[in-house]
Each structure stands twice: as C-alpha cells, then as structure tokens.
C-alpha cells in the first residue's frame, strides 16, 4: 500500500467541462494545468480525470478508440505530460480513468474484430443471443456490448462454461490473455510517464458469468502483483461499489456508490430520486432535511467492508460524481451541503469530492442528451448531463460551453466564493487542512459512535464531531466534547449538545 494514498483527498475533473485554454467551448488538459493553483488551495492532492483517450465520444470517451493516444478535444499527450509535471511541484498527484472491460466500435481491435471469424477479442455468438448486437462488418453473428451497443465488450472469458452457449470461452483462452497483456501494456505506457494511477471503470464486469466474481477477482489479483512489483508507487481504484469483494480482489481502494445492492451510499445522499423542481426521494435519506433518514445502513455496511478490508485497503465515500445527481439537488441546497461535507472530511474513508461540489453547483434537470449523458430510457428530471455542466469560476457565464450553465443568476461561484469567509468553498478548504493537520481525522484513525441519530456525533482521537442536516434543531446527551474548533449553530451546556437546523460542529478536547 503506497502511504500516499493513505492521506489523499481526491477531486475529480470532468474534464470538458472544468476549464478552457483555447477557447473552442470545451475543456481540455491545459484548462486544467492552469487551476492546479487553485487545487493545492482548496487542498486536494491527488485528481482523478474522467477518460481523455481518443474516442468518438459516443459515451463521453467511456468509448476507447486508442488507449494510446490523448483525444484532440483534449490537447496532445505532451499535454498530459505537462500537467503531470506541472501537478507534482504542486504536491498533486494524477489518476487516469481505465476502461478495462469494453472499447469504442471505432477501436482498431473491433474494427478487425468484425470482419475476422478467428479473432477473439471480443465476445462473438453465432447466433442472436441476450443483449448481442448484429454484426457491423463481414463477420456473420452477434458481438456482446457491454453498455450502449458502441462499446462492444472485450473477451477476458467467462466465469462458466455452457453447452447450449458455445461461444463462452475460459479465462486462459487465446483472446482473454491477449486482453489481460493489453491492459498491462496500456497501464504500463502511462504509469512510464508519471501517472500516479487508474481509477477502473465497471471494474467488475470484466469476466461474464463469473460467480461471487472470483475469476474477475483472480484477473486484478494478477494486475495488483504485477504493478506491485513494476509501479510500487501506483494504486487501483475501482468503480465496483463492494468494497469488501473489489479490495480482497486486489484493488488499492473502492468507492461506495448509487448502483448495485449497497444501500451506504444511497442513505446517505439520496436513493434514486427524481431529481427535478421537487426532491422525491422513494424514501428518506440522512442527509435530506426531512430528519426522516437513518445513519444505521450506512455504518453498518461501513462496518461489514471495514472488517473484511482491514488494512489492506480504503473505502472512497464521495460527493457525487458524472454518472448521478451532484449532492446539491432537488431542495438540497449549498447551505444544507455543510453538514455532508463536514462528515464526508471527518469520516475514516478517503474523500472524493466532484468538481464543483464544494462551491455549491447545483444538479440542473431537464438537460438534453450529449454524448450519451441519458441512462436507458429518458426519464423526467434524470440524467447525467445534469452533473457535467461547467466549472463555475467567476459571476460571468463559464469559460466551457460543453453544457450550459446553470440559469439561476444566483449560482454560485470559485470567485465570490473565495472572497466570503462563511461561503462552502472556504469550510471545505477549511476541513481538508483540518484533516491534514491531524491524523486521527484521517483514513486510518479510529471512530467511536456517540449518537447514531439526528445529530450524529462520532468522535476520533480528541475531536468531536456531530452533523444535524435536518430542519429541526436537536439535542443528544453529550459529555463535555471540548472547545469548538469549527462550527455553525452548535453549543453544549450541562452536557446537552445543542444543535440548531442545518448546523456542524468540531469540538477538540485539550
């Protein structure tokens, strides 16, 4: 385990929308280097950029055409190397988005694919079968998306062999080793060139049919040997969302997340709401300003993965991310946002926090598709063109116009935010230097729980905290917590803890 990653605060950049250098309307990798400034300000020290590898970008380059080569959009890979550089004088490192499980149909591998019977780099029935798609070229039958039908899945083989499906090949057949050698390849040209790492998107998706995942599990076990032996300093994240399956399977850290049967995440934000001009969450979550919710999902998933993972890894708990509602949503305002994001830098997991989340961006509804920003069907108020609107920098429209801004002449932004001490943005540069500054705050340190309820008060080595994301003020019987260090709305008198709607608290014992 690189001891780096131990005290990351990760940020993720969306990159065409987060900043122009060119003026073409959309971001790219120079936009980038220069808000490296403003990162090491707000305090993060490890960045995480969505795909910026040549694509036809028919899924915001979640499609591959080269893994090689840094799309045009984008700048050049020279580019890249600069911002890397550029990054670590800042004491920042940078992650790369690894689609292992499927490419573009534009891929040179598919296009060859498609017209050669004897080549199996990706999964190929002779016959319509579930979720297969015709052929596009002179090779007769079907090939196995694994998402949108443009990104046609690579063959790391399945986990179960079927008489009646005689295409399923084994993991060591010719075309899954040929697979795994190429994620290492493509790995091991970027790691060579300074990138601290790989956050895997669908990480688990690779091996099809492969019960409890154990030959998906088997394949990362390989990578993680590999790259512990290569690239000692270079960590794996995973899009899995079970952290006490992907961790075990060899990954450095995993993130909780909306999808799957993990609740933690979804009781915590939101559970599959309707993000429009209501918020109608199917049932309450903690922090929504009902007071409705309950913690107890959460930490009991948090303590299950803890147990298993022991210290052989982390749990990422983010804000939100390209794929769901940003945390402002629906009613949720910036104001309401404190209290998430003072649990979200105080809790024993590595934070991840969205571009923009910590100046208040709101989810915007309604929004058309680009570049396949709609799950499935259109659904009213849902899709993930809401989360990827431009980087708000100052009061004038953005400098990105991937997306349109958010119409409210009130939203925030970087520059009026900076200038106001009481603004979200100077809290969460507030609470990352906190954390820095004191371990027990940190990944690693223990947590004991006080008040598993509204407030939720926890404490870790000589703080104190409690966050009341409700409307209503309440109150917890509270031994003395301390001095307050930072705060809103929160007292304690004659060991009663007292904390008003929407408030926060971090009290350090001497």
Known sequence: MPDWLTDAVLYQIYPQSFADSNGDGIGDLNGVESKLDYLAWLGVNTVWLNPCFASPMRDAGYDVADYLAIDSRYGTRDDLTKLVDAAGRRGIRVLLDLVAGHTSDQHPWFQHSMNDPDDHRYVWSDRQASGFQPSPGSRPG??????FPVQPALNFGYGRMDPDEPWRQPVDADGPRENRQALRDIMDHWLRLGISGFRVDMASS??????????????????????????????????????????????????????????????????????????????????????AGSISEFLA??????????????????????????????????????????????????????????IGMQYQPGLPDLEGATLGPPRAGYNRAGSRTPMQWDANDPDVTYLPPHPSPERPNVADSRSDPD??????????????????????????????????????????????????????DIATPGELVLGRDAGHEAGRLHMDRFSYAVFRTS
């Not at 079907?142 to 998402?147: G, I, M």
């Not at 629906?330 to 024993?348: I, M, N, S, Y």
């Not at 080595?461 to 409700?470: D, H, K, L, Q, Y």
């Open 206 to 291: 690779l091996v099809k049919d492969d019960a409890g995942k154990a030959e998906t599990a088997k394949l990362w076990r390989e990578m993680r040997a590999w790259i512990d032996s290569a690239h000692p300093e270079a960590v794996l994240l995973s899009e899995w969302a079970q952290p006490h399956v992907s961790v075990p399977a060899g990954f450095h850290a995993d993130f909780f997340l909306h999808f799957g049967s993990s609740q933690a995440f979804r009781s915590l934000w939101h559970n599959g709401a309707v993000y429009d001009d209501t918020w109608r969450p199917p049932r309450p979550c903690y922090f929504d300003a009902s007071g």
């Open 142 to 147: 079907f090939y196995l998306p694994n998402f």
């Open 423 to 476: 603004s979200l943005l100077n809290l969460v540069h507030e609470l990352i230097a906190l954390r820095k500054a004191n371990p027990s705050l940190g990944a690693t340190g223990g947590v004991e729980i006080l008040y598993p309820g509204y407030p939720f008060v926890y404490r870790r080595g000589e703080f104190t905290i409690a966050v009341n994301p409700s409307f209503t003020p309440r109150t917890a």
């Open 301 to 358: 998933e948090w303590a299950t993965a803890t147990s298993v993972i022991g210290t052989d890894g982390h749990i990422i708990l983010p804000t939100s991310n390209h794929d769901f509602p940003r945390l402002v949503a629906g009613r949720r305002t910036a104001d309401q946002a404190r209290a998430a994001f003072v649990f979200v830098l105080t809790w024993p997991t590595l934070p991840a926090i969205y571009f923009g989340d910590e």
